[in-house]
């Protein structure tokens, strides 16, 4: 519950500056954080085969996206965090 709590806080944060998106790469398999992500709203994107090198070999990266906000044709400017 905790990391869910986290996440809607920093979703909030970054409306209120303006971004219509997110996006998380997560170095597979890692098949608890996907469905924590797809929980989360986040939607399937695609897999990059073989890009990450960790712990001695090489991995697949799933990535997933999550609108925050309606995409407008002119969007508004970022607002940096010191200004809000």
């Known amino acids: 519950g905790l990391a869910s709590l986290l996440y809607q806080q920093l979703f909030e944060l970054l409306r209120s500056q303006n971004i219509y998106q997110v996006y998380a790469g997560i170095t597979l398999p890692n098949p608890a954080s996907q469905k ?12 990059y085969k073989k890009i990450g090198y960790k712990f001695g070999c090489w991995h697949d990266v799933y990535w997933c996206a999550k609108e925050l906000r309606s995409l407008e044709k002119k969007p508004a400017a970022f607002i940096p965090h010191p200004k809000l």
């Open 36 to 47: 924590f992500h797809l929980r989360e709203g986040f939607e399937d994107i695609g897999t």
